[in-house]
């Protein structure tokens, strides 16, 4: 049997009553700015995306589940809006976490994937894929926006959509890694400390 082809999608999903904050905003881009991806995703931090043969999908989730019983559950402080070129996005205060998770995911998972794009600055983003225009008007009237809020980080999402050129297709949960920091002292043993 021939594997198929599945674009995959690492994320961490903020509570619901984060997101029940974020999306009215997201709603906001679409209607005000006509941002028309806005709204399309609901509120997540992206960590990874990549392209890859189901073909190894069942060790990928084997080594995330491995990976998640090293970290342990923190709290992600968020901190008013942020901007790249074509995005704005909810900023999160104390990145160090989700860096750190972003950079041994990359080691750990790295032998497993054809040429993944780990997302090195952790954001929730309201809009992205907007025209100069756009994110000109709306960075204008949201740059001084402040937002505070927190919420609880401990689980990873993994997505997976069918790739298919001619329509988008949904993504759907795969699996849920928990973060449930039992062998840390093994993972520090095992790093040299």
Known sequence: MKPNIYEYFLIISPSQEICGLIMPYKQYFTKRYGCTMADIFKPHIS?????????????????????????????????????????????????????????????????????PQFHKTPHISIARGMTPEQH????????NHEI?????????????????????RKFYTIATIPFTGEEIAIRQLGFGF
Not at 62 to 72: D, I, P
Not at 92 to 114: A, C, D, G, M
Not at 136 to 143: G, K, R, V
């Open 136 to 143: 000109s008007l709306a960075w204008a009237d949201w740059q």
């Open 148 to 168: 505070e809020a927190s919420f609880e980080v401990n689980k990873l999402t993994l997505l997976r959509r069918k790739i298919d050129t001619k329509r988008i």
């Open 47 to 115: 960590i990874m995306n990549c392209l890859q043969s189901n073909y190894r999908e069942m060790r990928l989730i084997e080594n995330l589940k491995r990976f998640g019983k090293t970290v342990e559950p923190f709290t992600a402080e968020l901190n008013g809006i942020g901007q790249f070129p074509n995005t704005v996005f909810v900023d999160i205060f104390n990145k160090y976490h989700l860096v750190q998770i972003i950079i041994e995911l990359s080691q750990f998972t790295n032998p497993l994937l054809y040429k």
